[in-house]
């Protein structure tokens, strides 16, 4: 296991709701990027944070935000929750370093079902 | 044109077969590149990091040629539990930060 754990496991939600998944990075990593994997298809990189700071962006709209934390953990908050919004959302920590990249660490990830 | 581009597959071998799977990027600036193995409903786990002079890891060999923009994975002596999807990925985000971008996947099947 890598230990980097997501809440919750599953979730329904309705059109326009709002929904806040999270987080928690391996012990001693201060990287956390967030993906989406909608069904049949490669995840795609939603943003970053570095030591609390977004630190890159994908191609999501601005009802996509996040939040990190002092101790690393991570948010992933949706606005006006939209049927295509439904996937498996990804959370992944890197080890220590500006931008490092290399050998990022999946959590088992959230699957969000909107209705 | 899509960043990272795989082979659409799906794959379907007998056991001990060899496999192999071909990628290409359209970055040319990209910096690091990996193969991940995702089991169904499951999270893509790190099989192995390419390198441009290639590497190998038991059964599974990477290569990478940048001129190309070209990466590659082999699988010899298939197993049963090779059954996976495999992501080709690429870091895009230069040495700025880590935006890996991903293949859309090869389902790989491996039967007795």
């Known amino acids: 296991e890598t230990g980097v754990t997501q809440s919750p496991t599953h979730l329904i939600k309705t059109r326009g709701q709002q929904v806040t998944l999270r987080c928690s990075s391996q012990?001693?990593?201060?990287?956390v990027s967030w993906y989406q994997q909608a069904l049949g298809q490669g995840p795609q990189f939603i943003f970053q944070?570095?030591?609390?700071?977004?630190?890159g962006r994908g191609n999501f709209p601005p009802r996509f935000s996040g939040l990190q934390f002092p101790n690393y953990s991570s948010e992933l908050n949706v606005n006006a929750l939209e049927l295509d919004d439904s996937a498996l959302y990804l959370c992944?920590?890197?080890?220590?370093?500006?931008?490092?990249?290399?050998?990022?660490?999946f959590g088992p990830g959230t699957r969000l079902t909107v209705l | 044109r899509k960043e990272v581009e795989q082979d659409p597959g799906p794959f379907n071998v007998p056991e001990g077969a060899t496999v192999a799977f071909n990628c290409t990027y359209s970055?040319?600036?990209?910096?690091?590149f990996f193969w991940y193995r995702q089991d169904c409903r499951k999270e893509p786990k790190l099989l192995m990091s390419?390198?441009?002079s290639g590497n190998e890891d038991g059964r599974f060999t990477a290569q990478l040629n940048r001129a190309s923009q070209y990466i590659s994975l082999l699988i010899r002596d298939s197993k049963l539990s090779d059954s996976a999807t495999y992501l080709c990925v690429v870091n895009a985000g230069g040495t700025s930060y880590g935006k890996l971008t991903f293949g859309q996947g090869t389902i790989l099947t491996v039967h007795p």
């Open positions: 012990s001693g990593h201060n990287t």
């Open positions: 992944a920590s890197s080890e220590p370093g500006l931008g490092s990249a290399d050998t990022q660490y």
């Open positions: 390419v390198y441009s």
């Open positions: 970055n040319s600036a990209s910096q690091s």
């Open positions: 944070y570095y030591r609390e700071e977004e630190n």
